[in-house]
Nanobody
């Protein structure tokens, strides 16, 4: 399984970014997908989740109302649109296929988001 995240970068507070995660080596359409982030010096924080069909989404309170997760099963890609970015959104962002009982067995290299205040 290979997961390649992209789309991170440096953005001013209030700005937007669209993160992408291209997956291979798995039947993408069978997996729910999550975004998870890790801020400097902190642990992993679950951010958002989308079911395999793309019909159900979940968000952490910290990003709810400012982020939109979506997926394109034909392209085996999951996205995270992040708007009204805040300094505290600065983190490495990872996507991961969600297994049963919210287990994550595969991770990409991540994409770094820096938000300047």
């Amino acid at each position: 399984v290979q997961l390649v995240e992209s789309g991170g970068g440096l953005v001013q507070a209030g700005g937007s970014l669209r993160l992408s995660c291209a997956a291979s080596g798995l039947i993408f359409s069978r997996y729910a997908m999550s975004w998870v982030r890790q801020a400097p010096g902190k642990g992993l924080e679950w951010v958002s989740d989308i079911n395999s069909a793309g019909s159900k989404t979940l968000y952490a309170e910290s990003v709810k109302g400012r982020s939109t997760i979506s997926r394109d099963n034909a392209k085996s890609t999951v996205y995270l649109q992040m708007d009204s970015l805040k300094f505290e959104d600065t983190a490495m962002y990872y996507c991961a296929p969600r297994g049963g009982s919210w287990v994550y067995d595969y991770w990409g290299q991540g994409t770094q988001v820096f938000v300047s205040s």
